[in-house]
T-cell receptor, first 115, second 111 residues
Framework: GAGVSQSPSNKVTEKGKDVELRCDPISGHTALYWYRQRLGQGLEFLIYFQGNSAPDKSGLPSDRFSAERTGESVSTLTIQRTQQEDSAVYLC?????????????FGDGTRLSIL | GEDVEQSLFLSVREGDSSVINCTYTDSSSTYLYWYKQEPGAGLQLLTYIFSNMDMKQDQRLTVLLNKKDKHLSLRIADTQTGDSAIYFCAEYGGSQGNLIFGKGTKLSVKP
């Protein structure tokens, strides 16, 4: 079946512009996660959505970052007034439900480069 | 706080076994995961182990868990050039359902 789909796969933009990244989770997966991977680093957790519950935004790096999810489907991560330190791969994952026994399945990520 | 540590590099010859090690700090971790990342790709779930298990085997992959020492290892038997990738160890963080990842071990397989 279809896996987690992310778009665009690559994004190059100028400093100061806004960008919107999209994640389409596996159908039926209620839990959705966003992570950031800087070059040569592990994954840094950003935000988590479960069903229609309001997310905890404390993991977002700054107030320039925001994320939304419509019901149990697509999520968007928006970065306003991008800075060079925002350059990274942004990975989305989904799982059937929250919980340690529910493996998270990842998309291929969006490679964001800020010039 | 929670932390996951891995060595950064491992080089082996094709046909040998590879052992990738990981240590974690959260004693309440229930599940521990191994992911594989090939260049330009996302993370592929390889295997995971519940903390009440000592070992899990899946074809060429063997996971060993020493809960007392908080040590996890991934053994790849008969390593092939296609196994060249970065391998991430992760523990379940819990508070927001997120995984906590190590920085990854880059496995290079020489023919």
């Amino acid at each position: 079946g279809a896996g987690v789909s992310q778009s665009p796969s690559n994004k190059v933009t100028e400093k100061g512009k806004d960008v919107e990244l999209r994640c389409d989770p596996i159908s039926g997966h209620t839990a959705l996660y966003w992570y950031r991977q800087r070059l040569g680093q592990g994954l840094e957790f950003l935000i988590y959505f479960q069903g229609n519950s309001a997310p905890d935004k404390s993991g977002l790096p700054s107030d320039r970052f925001s994320a939304e999810r419509t019901g149990e489907s697509v999520s968007t991560l928006t970065i306003q007034r991008t800075q060079q330190e925002d350059s990274a791969v942004y990975l989305c994952a989904s799982s059937t439900s929250p919980g340690s026994n529910q493996p998270q399945h990842f998309g291929d990520g969006t490679r964001l480069s800020i010039l | 706080g929670e932390d996951v540590e891995q060595s950064l590099f491992l080089s082996v010859r094709e046909g040998d076994s590879s052992v990738i090690n990981c240590t974690y700090t959260d004693s309440s971790s229930t599940y521990l995961y191994w992911y594989k990342q090939e260049p330009g790709a996302g993370l592929q779930l390889l295997t995971y182990i519940f903390s009440n298990m000592d070992m899990k085997q899946d074809q060429r992959l063997t996971v060993l868990l020493n809960k007392k020492d908080k040590h996890l290892s991934l053994r790849i038997a008969d390593t092939q050039t296609g196994d060249s990738a970065i391998y991430f160890c992760a523990e379940y963080g819990g508070s927001q359902g997120n995984l906590i990842f190590g920085k990854g071990t880059k496995l290079s397989v020489k023919p």
